[in-house]
């Protein structure tokens, strides 16, 4: 799983000029599920995501989860974070997990989610939707659970 976690004061997602997600202040979460993700990399990027200390103290420090500040998720499936651009100028997207995989691992992260904050918006998988937001900071974060499950060396 790869996501893009990018500090909002607010967002929200329309599909055909209507809106059906949004959040206040927290995190506009992009997630785009691979071939041969499992509930288990949901659950590990899940718990780095709600313990991200991206929001500030009151010394203006980075140093404050969205559990800690009562903040919003507003969360969106996007395959083309698995893009492969090595070869020509026309991404492929072979690496993302197929539909009938990707939709319940996206559906259970979410799950996930709403157990740390108290409101998750989503937007509608696969559909082609209208992203806004107001990014606070700017402050945007890429993780992957491969990455993630690698031993940081000393």
Do not use: W
């Amino acid at each position: 799983m790869k996501a893009v976690i990018q500090r909002v004061t607010h967002a929200s997602v329309e599909v055909e000029g209507k809106v059906v997600g949004s959040c206040g202040a927290g995190y506009l979460l992009l997630l785009g599920v691979a071939e041969g993700d499992v509930e288990g990399d949901a659950d590990l990027l899940a718990k780095k995501v709600l313990d991200l200390r991206i929001f500030q103290d009151e010394a203006g420090k980075m140093n404050r989860s969205i559990r800690e500040i009562g903040g919003e998720i507003l969360l969106i499936s996007q395959f083309t974070l698995l893009a492969d651009y090595r070869r020509g100028n026309r991404p492929d997207f072979l690496a993302s997990a197929k539909p009938d995989v990707a939709k319940p691992l996206y559906e259970y992260f979410g799950k996930k989610l709403e157990e740390g904050v108290s409101h998750v918006g989503y937007g509608i998988f696969g559909a082609d939707m209208k992203v806004s937001l107001l990014n606070d900071g700017p402050v945007t974060i890429v993780m992957d659970t491969d990455v993630l499950k690698t031993k940081r060396r000393s």
